[in-house]
């Protein structure tokens, strides 16, 4: 099976996951594609399959020469929920002459709207029907893992350990919950869950919630001088003195403040906060911004906030950066194939960063898909042929230096 007709069957199934609910696998369609990737990884020859039916997780590896690193590849089965994925009817474009596409129903595909998608002029493109996201987030990752091992297991190149991870819920924040770190023993990994060819990530933000709970003091409203607090009100002042560092008007390396919900009256307010910055004194900072808004607020009024924070993810940076031969090693593979390394921050979080903060350095790699979670959704076949290549070329690198 080639890596066009292997992605094609992937979209084919639906695998939208759902927030609504708590446990994994949230959705039936994650078990038809893991039973189906057991299938295929069997045929390829992979060692240890290990399929976690309660959790839905597919493992697998490829046993190698125990003097080279032990790598792994993870991509996630499931899509994300925000446009439906129910009955995808992708569009195969061969050579894309560089203009607008018209999907179904007049909806455009514009270039003026998404300019980089004229580099693929010439090349091949797969699109959505207008009506349905394409999924290329992250069954493109899966089925370049997929046609990487298949290269692998039947060549005779030098590789240490290979390991695969394809795992559910990752677009709900579940997919570290129910990992195997006992059966994933490896020295680094990758995530394959990226967007633009050549792209490595090992940088996103460190994140915390803040919640800050307000008691206000009824009294009759007449008589409330010097006595009332008004709560609701006290909450629009915290919010007040918030610095203007806000996602709507911050880009590049700068973090933010997010005002996440904001409800309230008289007698009890509340306020959410996410936090976000990649550089961690930065980010203690604005944690102690927040305690510092709350500490003068309750010596003016009579200690009526609580403030509790809470740490969600943190910087996967220095927890891979350490790992100097890994970077290097990474650059080179990506070198090798003609491609231009692109490092990337990531504005936001990855499993990547839970992964490497349990011991196992943890990039994420392009993977040749543009637009995610949107019907615009599309994916390059030439740039997904050549982060098979990239992949391979990581594994042919892992070879030569040992991190
Ligand atoms: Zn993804």
Known sequence: MNLLERFLKYVSIDTTSNSKKQNSPTSNGQIKLAKLLVNELKEIGMDDIYYDEKHCYVYAHLLGDKRFPKIGFISHMDTSEDVSGVNIQPKVINNYDGKDIILNNGIVLSTKMYPEIIKQKGKTIITTDGTTLLGADDKCGIAEIMSMLEFVSSSDIKHGDIYIAFTPDEEIGLTIKNFDFDYFKVDYAYTVDGSALGQIKYENFNGATIDIDIKGFA?????????????????????????????????????????KSIEGNLTSAHLKYYIRDFDKSNFELRKKELINIVNKINK????????????????????????????ENTLNAIKKVGVKPLIEKIRGATDGSDISEKGIPCPNLGTGAYNHHSIFEYASLNEMKKTVEILISIIKESTKKND
């Open 300 to 327: 003016e009024y009579n200690n009526c906030a609580r403030i509790s924070i809470e740490d969600t993810f943190c910087n996967m940076y220095e927890y891979v950066s350490k790992h100097h031969n890994l970077i």
């Open 219 to 259: 009294t009759h409203l007449g008589y409330a001088k010097g006595i009332m607090i008004n709560a609701a009100r006290i909450a629009t002042l915290i919010n007040s003195y918030v610095p203007n560092e806000l996602p709507e008007n911050t880009d590049g390396s700068n973090g933010f403040y997010y005002l």
